[in-house]
């Protein structure tokens, strides 16, 4: 089952499952580790999406102001 979020969800989840993990059993805290592991690196993800994404429109605002001021 693929459950979609976004990245604060994804964070609160981390942070919640982190807290559960100390209280949980044995077997439960394999668990808890690999879903843990696995929301770690979609935010991970996630946030090198978002750098790409802020380095593509600084590169675009780059190219605008030197056009603007290629008028000149």
Known sequence: ?????????????YQ???????????????LIFT???????EIKR????TKDKIEQLNHIANLSYLYENNDN
Do not use: G, R, S, W
């Open 16 to 30: 919640k499952l982190h807290t559960l993990f100390y209280t949980a059993t044995e077997q439960n805290k394999d």
């Open 1 to 13: 089952m693929t459950i979609y979020l976004n990245l604060k969800e994804q964070v609160y989840l």
């Open 35 to 41: 879903i843990k592991e696995k929301i770690l690196k």
């Open 46 to 49: 996630n946030i090198q999406k």
